[in-house]
């Protein structure tokens, strides 16, 4: 079992930058698993963000976010990030991340575990 706690969102201006967290506790380490970043903003259905491999070198990008947001692990202290940067307005929603045992499964969000979410705000 894998427990998913996110934190770091928050209300930023068009431009600003954010870091999330994804913190993993429970029996199987975050080691074991693929992770991703998915985001639901309001009225829409939840999307995909991003997702990192279990070497923590390959990674994989929504279009919307190539170039701005950066995943990355840290494996030692079973947790995982998103970095954030050029925020635009279109970029608010609440932000989920997620851990499974397939890359191609978690990006099509068939993941076994998941965060409560994290809300992030970019006005204009």
């Known amino acids: 079992q894998v427990q998913l706690v996110e934190s770091g969102g928050g209300l930023v201006q068009a431009g600003d930058s954010l870091r999330l967290s994804c913190a993993a506790s429970g029996v199987t380490t975050v080691s074991s698993y693929f992770m991703g970043w998915f985001r639901q903003a309001p009225g829409k259905v939840r999307e995909y963000v991003a997702v990192?491999?279990?070497?923590?070198?390959?990674?994989d990008y929504a279009n919307s976010v190539k170039g701005r947001f950066t995943i990355s692990r840290d494996n030692v202290k079973n947790t995982v990030y998103l970095q954030m940067n050029s925020l635009k307005p279109e970029d608010t929603a609440i932000y989920y991340c997620?851990?499974?045992?397939?890359?191609?499964?978690?990006?099509?969000?068939?993941?076994?575990?998941w965060g409560q979410g994290t809300q992030v705000t970019v006005s204009s």
């Open positions: 997620a851990a499974g045992t397939g890359w191609a499964r978690l990006k099509a969000q068939l993941a076994e575990y």
């Open positions: 990192i491999m279990l070497n923590g070198v390959s990674t």
